[in-house]
């Protein structure tokens, strides 16, 4: 059963899709310290991915996951013969460099995370964005 739902996350001023999955019994909600932040893979925050974090919420973990595509997943091209993939990996890793630090921090902020939250992770993320990890599916 989902329990997740669509938000938006501001980042500078462009929404950036999220999904955010709860706990449905609240007696799994331990803490609000008690947060994933899930990095997806090529097809995105949303279907098929949205099933992992619905079942971390049902272990009693807030998820949010970042859709660092835009709306424009790899699942939507998988069957288009005129799909550039080259073209698509290439603006995907820039929208996911450009937009993800400002969401770590947008999230950290909307969850009070600044004591709980250690900025190594954030520095691991933009390593791993500057590295092109993002695009180890590719």
């Known amino acids: 059963m989902s329990t997740g739902r669509r938000i938006d996350v501001d980042v500078g001023g462009?929404?950036?899709?999220?999904?955010?999955?709860?706990?449905?019994?609240?007696?799994?909600?331990?803490?609000?310290?008690?947060?994933?932040?899930?990095?997806?893979?090529?097809?995105?925050?949303?279907?098929?991915n949205s099933h992992l974090q619905d079942y971390f919420a049902t272990q009693g973990f807030t998820v949010l996951g970042i859709d660092y595509f835009l709306g424009d997943p790899y699942a939507l091209h998988v069957n288009d013969p005129n799909f550039d993939r080259p073209t698509w990996g290439e603006k995907s890793v820039h929208q996911a460099k450009a937009f993800t630090p400002g969401w770590v921090d947008a999230v950290r902020q909307r969850y009070e995370m600044n004591d709980a939250f250690k900025s190594d992770l954030r520095r691991s993320v933009e390593d791993a964005l500057s590295a092109k990890k993002a695009t180890y599916y590719l």
Not at 33 to 42: G, H, Q, T
């Open 14 to 48: 462009v929404p950036v899709p999220t999904y955010l999955a709860t706990p449905s019994d609240p007696s799994l909600d331990r803490s609000l310290r008690n947060i994933i932040l899930y990095f997806p893979d090529v097809f995105g925050a949303f279907y098929p």
